[in-house]
């Protein structure tokens, strides 16, 4: 954590109240995001206990499943959720304009620029907190290799025919989610972390309920109360006012209110299946729906509150003005969303279980271009980010004082000009260190030459803090072609400008081999593995059914 | 139950589903006098030795944990000279912390033909494409290298008898409660554990140590562990939130000191000597302390940027900032 | 009793049998494990010249610039009419000046310009952009260890076969973003290198370095146990046959005690008392600096295997280790004020590779109130310890035994990672147990 980080959380602390972190928001929110808040039950992986979902806050989709266990009963669950997720997905997947990429021509081996359609804009997903993305993926990765009686009329308990589809878009969003400063698949808390510092620690930062209690705490009541509250507070039946933000749950609701519901429901499907005449079977029926409707209620009971949690937020972060560079990532987001459309389409199999060497490579080398961009990004979108950097001695603002014109030493002499800059900050220069500042949004380059000795005696890279000193820079680009630079193109004394030592923009990586042609050191292609092609659907037993 | 009784409810508990869960998944995998746990083991560790057919399941019970404790260590020593396979279901190891006996409960041990005594813990988290929570394999293995060491001092004693440092992991496979194992290697945990224990000298160090449900003899009372609460040093820190009954009444008392320490550890470490919040924030104001103090001046360098780049136009979209 | 070889012979032997494999071998991969100055340098250098005289070209990667001009350098020095072409990046200044004065290396930013040449020597990331070439038959590749295994991928395509050197006790490549998803895969695309070649190819020869010419007698046992618990080398010097002594005698202060207790036994640890404090702790900096100034004022001098008639320790023989840049920064300017120059003052990762007579190091763990995975990291620690010829001199707040403990070791473990050791807790811990053995106590 950086201290100017630290120093707002202790703000906060002092305050009573969250601190900014961020003068802009550094997130692309869509007009219609579609919010998903599920539940899954206790000690099962991918077992679902319920959601709710929707794009209209007021009116959330909810979705139950009364007995987790049943095979059934989760198949129809999962079938809903489609139902309530994809037509939102292919919404945005029919809408494309035409745009230009790219592409490796495999013929010449050239880059040549290829026609395609990108989507115009992308499903934009909201769960309220980090293991909610977790559980996205977690569903994906269940759901995926299914398969329905379309694929195969033989297999055993087909699923849905929706819910392999399902399975591969929230896969989709799920491994989109890992790509730093990406939009697609975003968690409530990590949104308003980014944003605002409490008076609290990161981990408790990851309660929904406790993070809004320090952003907008209630009149007159200091953000450590409600956060407490909001935290430990229960009623009299022992039941949080502020039920966790899922997937898990209380065990307290577990145990007091869900167990004793789900009992009810069991016993009234166990009746109506032994009913003996129809006039019973009525009676049981509408015990049994009765039943059901007792566990809709009770979990729509703790789904509620978190979903008006997750809108409050999206409510707090849109008063916000976006910052000027989040568009171009979300143009990524865009690439990307299209990319799995053209797939889905193509007919392409599911996602593998696992990266094979060289796709696990690649995404590795793609999220560090996009770690350091989005660092770079957001530190050029909004001083306060800048301050961090400037702090850490990875950019400074200066003053300039003096230009003088120099050229390089070669045939055609290009324009060298040195810029004296005088600065309090104490930046990490050293010899050569380039340095970049931004010109007509685009970066302009220096490096360092040296710090200029004032009249008195002084140590000169050590100086005591707060202390002015200047140092020199030689500006190397962005000066047009001729021997006298372009008009505007060389700072200017009495400018003051941002310089940082990071780069503006990423060049990307080196291309990787083709999978089919990985290397012996890396196990050569994928395939001739013994464990076989990847995509084989899970076995199907009926341990499934616990 | 303390926790409540001071007045801090924390968040803790297990729901029954997982209980449930979790129980079911055990007696499953140790079902048929162990079948399916020997395959597994036999298939991950089994190197050289002949598939268990047929294992022993020695009857371990006996009267309080020290008569189970010697009951164990002699089912191991008949089962090490009978040179065939063995599962011991729930033993109890003793292992001596700072001069009184802690007794352990690993979920089983195998004893292979050739006399290496292997741990088996059995979790109810899932391993999906085979890798698991990291956090809670760490946990694991942690918990593994105790009864490792605790079954080292009996196999001191005991004639063709190796505890193996790889322990066996069972955890439902996937989607499913189907079983499957991994195996952890936990010389690592072994070497730090083993250094604690001659390190540490504070019960409650100890007893963080070691794994839940290990159980002093004699106990400490409900009041005596109360009174220690107090006495020991603020050493709150929000980890112990996931981890200790008691955390919600350090952190309340926490933060009445004004600790920096709530907002987590590494808060500490770019603080030095400063511990409080209105002594940092009086430091930053340039109220008091001394500028030449690195983490002052560092501070002070910190609330200007900070306060520049919220006021300056800047932030309202031109300014310093690289537009 | 079985005959214990001298020092000379083991390592003959080990390279004996390395350069054998390498030459005559039918393996597509050998793996050299090389402890701190074992002659990792001089057993490429000597592959490298071997293979070309045997009319095999080659390709060596190296994972820094700076690396690979070294490597240049001292080709030439062995061998200075073989043809060697030093591939070079785009970028201004992208290789040493001294490589412009020597006439047999070629340089270049294209591999077509280089083709012919007995040796090219390159970074891997140069490497990685370089397509469309006849594969080398041979390749050498050096600091294995801290080549990531996505590095290797991009530049396995360019060789058939290639010697692995590496030091596996120092710091791990790493990287800026999360890869846990892939913890556990053999190509794991964040690991080193050399775990997934040998995870895809276990019957690789694997050979290993046994004796640290470099190290003295009093330092190898300590860091071998500590750091290589299983693959353990020994000190090519036996105790006694490095001395260090001082023209001016003690003055009883705290850094003349600490640096005639290291100059006795190899080691010492300056104790100052306990205290919670920021990173660039001033106490701490200012006793580092005293230390560096008072051996070099002192007239510092050594005997050793190279030279029996005592040798100045000059400032360019002595380096301060830390663990932070804003450490080294504030090292430098408490020497600048002591009127010290000369000394290389930087952090674990930048003194990677090198070697001196004396170093002084500031603890990680000095003064912290906490203890992160950062600080703990097994490898740091490793790289700062094994720097010296002579002596080490450790500066430190008393307290980092209980720092420990109050931070035990709680790492997650991914399924199917093979282990590395040791844990960085308990070389911690090993460290200090012996560190205070030479502990001098100091109130500044």
Redesign the interface.
């Known amino acids: ?4 980080t ?6 906060a ?2 305050s009573g109240r969250a601190q ?1 972190l961020a ?1 802009v928001r550094h997130r692309h929110l869509t007009d219609r995001p579609l919010v998903l808040v599920p539940l899954t ?7 679902p206990l319920g959601a709710l979902v929707g794009t209209d806050r007021a009116a959330p989709r909810l979705i139950t499943v009364a007995q987790p266990r049943d095979r059934d009963l989760r198949f129809a669950f999962l079938a809903e959720l489609a139902e309530a997720v994809l037509p939102h997905i292919e919404s945005y997947a029919d809408a494309g304009e035409p745009a230009e990429r790219n592409e490796t021509d495999p013929g010449t ?1 050239k880059k040549v620029k290829v026609e395609v359609e990108l989507c115009t804009d992308a499903a934009q997903l909201i769960v309220p907190s980090r293991a909610g993305i977790d559980f996205v993926r ?1 569903l994906g ?2 759901m995926r290799f299914r398969r329905t009686v379309e694929d195969d009329p033989d297999t055993p308990y087909p699923a849905p025919a929706r819910v392999p589809l399902l399975g591969r878009w929230l896969t989709h969003y799920g491994e989109r989610a ?1 790509v ?1 400063g990406s939009s697609l698949l975003l968690a409530a808390t990590d949104l308003l972390n980014r944003h605002w510092a409490t ?6 930062d990851q309660h929904l309920g406790a993070l809004l209690a320090w952003i907008d705490p209630p009149e007159g009541e200091p953000g ?1 109360a409600a956060a407490l509250r909001a ?2 507070g ?1 009623d009299r039946a022992g039941q ?1 006012f502020c039920p966790p933000a899922g997937p898990a ?4 609701f ?2 007091r209110l869900l ?1 004793p519901a789900i009992e009810r429901y069991d016993r009234a499907r166990t009746a109506l299946a032994t009913a003996e005449d129809g006039l019973a079977a009525d009676a049981r029926l509408g015990e049994l729906s009765g039943a059901e409707r007792e566990i809709r209620s009770l979990l729509a009971g703790v789904l509620r509150p978190t979903w008006d949690a997750v809108w409050r937020g999206l409510d707090l972060l849109a008063e916000l ?1 976006e910052g ?1 560079r989040a568009e171009d990532r979300w143009t990524r987001d865009r690439w990307s969303f299209t990319g799995h459309r053209d797939r889905v389409r193509a007919g392409e199999p599911p996602q593998p ?6 796709t ?2 690649q ?3 793609s ?2 271009t ?3 961009q989005l660092e770079a990004q957001e ?6 980010v ?3 950097r ?2 850490a ?1 990875e950019a400074f ?1 200066g003053v300039v004082t003096d230009v003088e014109m120099a050229y390089s030493e070669s045939k055609r002499p290009s324009p060298r000009p040195l810029v004296t800059v005088r600065t309090d900050e104490r930046p ?1 220069l050293g010899e ?1 260190t380039k340095v970049y ?2 010109l007509d ?1 685009k970066p302009q380059t220096a490096e360092f030459v040296a710090y200029v000795p004032e009249e008195s005696e002084g ?1 000169l ?2 100086g005591s ?2 202390e002015e000193i200047l140092l020199v820079l030689r500006i190397t680009d962005r000066m047009g072609r001729g021997k006298e630079p372009a008009p505007g193109s060389v700072p200017e004394p009495g400018d ?3 310089w ?1 030592l990071f780069e ?1 923009d990423q060049r990307g ?5 083709d999978p089919e ?8 292609p994928p395939g001739a593995a013994a464990d076989g092609p990847a995509e084989k659907p ?1 076995p199907v ?1 009926a ?2 059914l ?1 | 139950m303390l926790a409540t009784s001071l007045g801090s409810p924390a968040p803790f508990g297990q729901s029954q589903f997982a209980l449930v869960r979790g129980n079911a998944f055990e007696k499953k995998v140790k079902a048929d006098g162990g079948t399916e746990l020997l395959r597994l083991l036999f298939e991950r560790l089994g190197s050289g030795a002949d598939a268990p057919g047929e294992a022993t399941v020695p009857d371990l019970t006996a009267a309080g944990p020290a008569g189970r404790a010697a009951r164990t260590a002699l089912a191991l020593r008949e089962a090490t000279a009978a040179g065939g396979w063995a599962l011991l279901d729930h033993p109890m190891l003793a292992l001596e912390v700072a001069g009184s006996p802690a007794y352990l409960e690993p979920d089983a041990v195998v004893v292979h033909p050739d006399g290496t005594w292997t741990v088996v813990e059995i979790k109810s988290f899932p391993m999906v494409d085979s890798s698991a929570d990291a956090a809670k394999v760490g946990a694991a293995a942690r918990q593994s290298a105790v009864y490792v060491l605790a079954l080292e001092r009996i196999a001191e004693v005991t004639e063709g008898a190796e505890v193996g440092h790889r322990v066996l992991l069972v955890c439902p496979k996937d989607f499913s409660n189907l079983p499957t194992a991994s195996v952890v290697d936990v010389r690592k945990q072994r070497a730090v554990t083993r250094r604690q224990l001659t390190r540490l000298t504070r019960v409650e160090d100890i007893a963080a140590a070691l794994p839940e449900g290990t159980t002093f003899d004699p106990g400490c009372s409900p009041e005596e562990l109360g009174s220690a609460v107090d006495a020991v040093p603020a050493a709150y820190a929000p980890e112990c939130l996931a981890a200790c009954e008691l955390a919600f009444h350090c952190r309340a008392k926490a933060r009445a000191e004004g600790a920096v320490e709530t907002l987590g550890r590494s808060v500490r470490g770019e603080l030095g000597g400063l511990t409080t919040v209105a002594g940092v924030l009086a430091a930053a104001a340039g109220k008091e302390g001394d500028p030449a103090d690195p983490t002052v001046a560092a501070l002070r360098r910190a609330a200007a940027l900070r306060a520049e780049a919220l006021e300056s136009p800047g932030s309202r979209g031109g300014g310093a900032a690289c537009h | 009793m079985t005959a214990v070889l001298d020092p000379g012979a083991a390592a003959a032997r080990a390279t004996d049998a390395i350069l054998g494999d390498t030459l005559r071998g039918t393996a597509r991969g050998i793996v050299v494990d090389s402890p701190p100055g074992a002659g990792k340098s001089t057993l490429v250098v000597r592959a490298a010249l071997e293979l070309a005289a045997a009319g095999r070209p080659l390709m060596v990667v190296a994972q820094t610039n700076s690396q690979v001009d070294d490597l240049v350098v001292r080709l030439a020095e062995k061998a200075p009419d073989l043809p060697v072409g030093r591939l070079h990046s785009s970028d201004s200044d992208p290789y040493d000046k001294v490589l412009d004065g020597l006439d047999n290396v070629r340089k270049s930013a294209k591999a077509a310009d280089l083709a012919g040449l007995d040796i090219v020597i390159s970074t891997a990331a140069k490497w990685a952009h370089v397509k469309n070439v006849e594969p080398w038959g041979h390749a050498i590749v050096d600091e294995a260890y801290q080549m990531r295994s996505d590095a290797l991928l991009a530049v396995a395509g360019l060789f058939e076969r290639a010697l692995f050197v590496g030091d596996p006790g120092q710091l791990d490549p790493f990287s800026i973003v999360g890869a846990d998803q892939w913890a556990g895969l053999s190509y794991d695309p964040s690991a080193s290198a050399v775990s997934t070649l040998l995870a895809h190819n276990p019957e690789l020869p694997q050979h290993r370095l046994p004796v640290s010419w470099r190290l003295p007698a009093s330092a190898a046992p300590l860091v071998s146990d500590a750091f290589y618990p299983f693959t353990p080398f020994r000190s090519g010097t036996d105790h006694g046959d490095r001395r260090m002594s001082f023209g001016v005698p003690s003055d009883g202060s705290g850094p003349d005690r600490v640096l005639d207790e290291a100059a006795e036994s190899g080691w010492g640890l300056l104790e100052l008392p306990a205290r919670h404090t920021p990173r660039t702790d001033p106490e701490a900096v200012r006793a580092v600096a005293l230390v560096v100034s008072r051996l070099l004022d002192r007239g510092g001098a050594a005997t050793s295997e190279r030279s029996p008639a005592p040798v100045p320790v000059t400032a360019d023989r002595v380096a301060v280790g830390t663990a932070h840049r804003d450490q080294a920064a504030a090292v430098r300017a408490a020497l600048t004020e002591l009127g010290v120059t000369g000394v290389a003052v930087d952090t674990a990762n930048r003194l990677q590779g090198r070697e001196f007579d004396v170093t002084v190091i500031l603890h990680p763990l000095s003064g912290r109130p906490d203890a992160t995975a950062f600080h703990l990291e097994t490898g740091r620690l490793c790289v700062l310890a094994s720097r010296h010829r002579h002596a080490c001199v450790v500066v430190c707040r008393e307290g980092v035994a209980d720092l420990l403990d109050e931070h035990p070791s709680t790492e997650p473990v991914q399924l199917g990672v093979t282990v590395k050791f040791p844990d960085g807790w308990e070389a911690n811990h090993a460290v200090l147990a012996h560190l205070r053995e030479h502990r001098v106590p100091w109130r500044p």
């Open positions: 954590m950086s201290l100017i630290t120093l707002a959380r202790l703000e602390v002092d900014p003068t039950t206790a000690g099962e992986a991918g077992a081996g977690l990765r269940s890992r730093p008076g609290q620690s990161s981990l408790e450590s935290e430990a229960r949080l749950t209380d065990p307290a577990d145990n167990a003005p000027a279980r696992r990266d094979d060497a060289v696990a490579a995404k590795l080398a999220r560090e996009a770690q350091a530190a050029l979108d909004d001083p306060l800048l301050a961090g400037r702090l001695g603002v990490h050569r500042r931004s949004g140590v890279d050590g803090a707060d003051r400008f941002a940082t503006h990586g080196p291309k990787l081999p042609d990985t290397p012996w050191t890396h196990g050569g899970d037993t341990e499934d616990l």
